[in-house]
């Protein structure tokens, strides 16, 4: 494991211990607070929170399960559990989001008056701020890892951000006599819960299904190798993703005349160049002998 990989590791492990700590946290205020008040919007919350961590609690076990090196079972690592683990959370949150529009559903057509709204308000101000810490430190480790188990972790605690917010208006209108607003923008939180599902679910199949890199990444590839002036081309570009490992592989056009070890030694330069450039890579180069003159070189030069 390289310096890179190691720090990426140890980001990963304390974002996600973190997620689970704050998750545990906020279930207790918001326990509480829903107790005071019997809110609606605020009961939303609760249950998102109560999704957070249970959510938060399987991504803390798949991200130090898709840490693990490659084995004799595994030879292209475990990454993926990453992914998986995404699926098993957008599971969660979607689950949430049907409750709460049942619940909220009956609400509105049953309105009732709340309680002790000062005390809801000071718990959820607190809950916002607490959550919006974990976000800026989640956003961190995703910039530095590309992490899809953290990015879903960090989206779902976007959605408590904005569930807070309208738990919050929530309040300030029941005090002002509008019973209805409180059921009324919990079902509004629900369907925004279950578009986060959605959301999960596309990113952690994109990486299930080996999805290519990003243009940028794969213009980048090529840059590099074709900058190399012994290299007279390149072909069957392939890449994929699995949790912090990518994997690329291509053909690399090397002269005909040149031997086995220098045509193995441009290729290990090559690859090592791509890893300092792209950390954490995993890198299979074949090298092809082209003629000079051959007409399968004109397709791939620079």
């Not at 492990?13 to 918001?30: E, P």
């Not at 475990?78 to 969660?92: P, W």
């Not at 890199?213 to 699995?242: C, F, W, Y």
């Not at 490992?245 to 160049?273: N, P, V």
Request: a neutral charge.
């Amino acid at each position: 494991m390289t310096g890179q990989q190691a720090t990426n590791a140890r980001l990963l492990r304390l974002a996600a211990l973190a997620s689970v700590s704050v998750a545990t946290i906020l279930i207790g205020v918001k326990f509480v607070a829903w107790s005071l008040t019997g809110s609606t919007s605020l009961l939303a919350s609760l249950v998102d929170s109560m999704m957070d961590l249970a959510a938060s609690g399987i991504n803390f076990m798949a991200i130090r399960y898709a840490l693990k090196g490659a084995d004799h079972e595994h030879r292209f690592g475990h990454g993926k559990a990453e992914s998986l683990a995404g699926m098993a959370q957008a599971s969660f949150i979607a689950g949430s989001a049907v409750f709460l529009l049942i619940y909220a559903g009956n609400r509105l057509l049953e309105p009732r008056p709340l309680e002790n709204i000062d005390s809801g308000l000071a718990v959820m101000l607190f809950s916002l701020l607490l959550t919006m810490a974990l976000v800026g430190f989640q956003r961190h480790v995703i910039k530095r890892t590309g992490s899809v188990a953290i990015r879903a972790d960090s989206l779902h605690y976007v959605t408590d951000i904005l569930t807070i917010l309208v738990t919050i208006a929530a309040l300030f209108l029941v005090r002002q006599g509008l019973l209805w607003a409180d059921p009324l923008l919990a079902l509004g939180i629900a369907c925004y819960i279950l578009y986060s599902a959605a959301l999960i679910i596309r990113e952690s199949l994109r990486h299930l299904m080996d999805q290519e890199l990003s243009p940028e990444i794969k213009g980048q590839i090529r840059t590099i190798v074709l900058n190399d002036q012994r290299v007279l081309g390149m072909h069957d570009l392939r890449t994929r993703q699995a949790g912090q490992t990518k994997f690329i592989q291509f053909h690399l056009d090397l002269s005909a005349e040149l031997s086995l070890r220098e045509a193995h030694a441009i290729g290990q330069e090559i690859a090592e160049t791509l890893k300092q450039n792209i950390p954490g890579a995993d890198i299979t180069v074949h090298q092809d002998p082209i003629k000079r003159h051959s007409p399968l070189n004109n397709s791939h030069t620079r």
